[in-house]
């Protein structure tokens, strides 16, 4: 995916401005990052409610996943991706500075009393949050889902990641706006090799086999990520 024509903003790019881009596997198909712009932001509600309705219109229930919405992970030279342009003129008006430049996945959120990591996960949550709302506005019926990649965030070796990639509201059910978490950790095994950090990704987990606990249910969503999304 590229930017469209315009001047829009759509993929997060690294501090050198090189787009992020992964091999799909399939031929030469380049899949990108996506970036956390009001055009890209406005795009995916409008086609998030648009598949809403035509689950409804199906009789179905109207749910929909927040697929590995995040920050990318992984750093290039210069360092991590985030600072695509939308996302740099917005550190500038709130901090009123340059967002710091941060080099890896496990840099120390806490720089500068962690304005700049609060500054860019508060941006996740609102680009989320936004979306949500209006969704429902169009489909009331509708539910969320968020698969998170607990992996890619381990608070061992992502510390950075962890924090930006975890707003606090999405720790607690009330105020989430999702109505299950779904936790993955495919590199645990698949590429790490290491079936003992698996179990922390299982048990982060709710309490059925979607990772989800029942609509009624006032506990945390994440009780295990509760306490690591302090600062």
């Known amino acids: 995916m590229a930017n469209p024509a315009g001047g829009a903003v759509w993929v997060q790019r690294f501090s050198d401005g090189t787009a992020v881009e992964t091999a799909t596997g399939f031929g030469t198909l380049i899949g990108s990052q996506i970036a956390f712009s009001s055009g890209r932001r406005n795009y995916v509600a409008q086609a998030y409610a648009a598949m809403a309705g035509l689950m409804v219109a199906a009789g179905m229930c109207p749910m929909l996943q927040f697929g590995e919405i995040l920050r990318w ?107 299950t978490f779904l936790i993955e950790g495919y590199q645990y095994p698949g590429i790490n090799h290491n079936l003992d950090q698996q179990p922390a990704a299982r048990n982060t987990r709710g309490r059925n086999s979607r990772g989800t606990k029942p609509v009624e249910d006032d506990r945390p969503l994440c009780p295990a990520l509760v306490e690591e999304t302090v600062g």
């Open 73 to 179: 992970f992984q750093a290039n030279a210069p360092g991590m991706a985030f600072y695509d342009a939308d996302t740099q003129a917005a550190a500038q008006s709130a901090l009123g500075r340059a967002l710091v430049t941060f080099l890896t996945p496990d840099d120390d959120p806490s720089v500068n009393s962690y304005a700049n990591a609060n500054f860019l996960r508060t941006r996740l949550y609102n680009y989320v949050a936004t979306i949500q709302s209006y969704v429902l506005s169009q489909c009331p019926s509708a539910i969320f889902e968020l698969l998170w990649p607990m992996d890619v965030n381990d608070p061992d070796n992502c510390r950075l990641l962890r924090y930006i990639n975890l707003p606090p509201q999405w720790t607690a059910r009330a105020g989430s706006g999702f109505d």
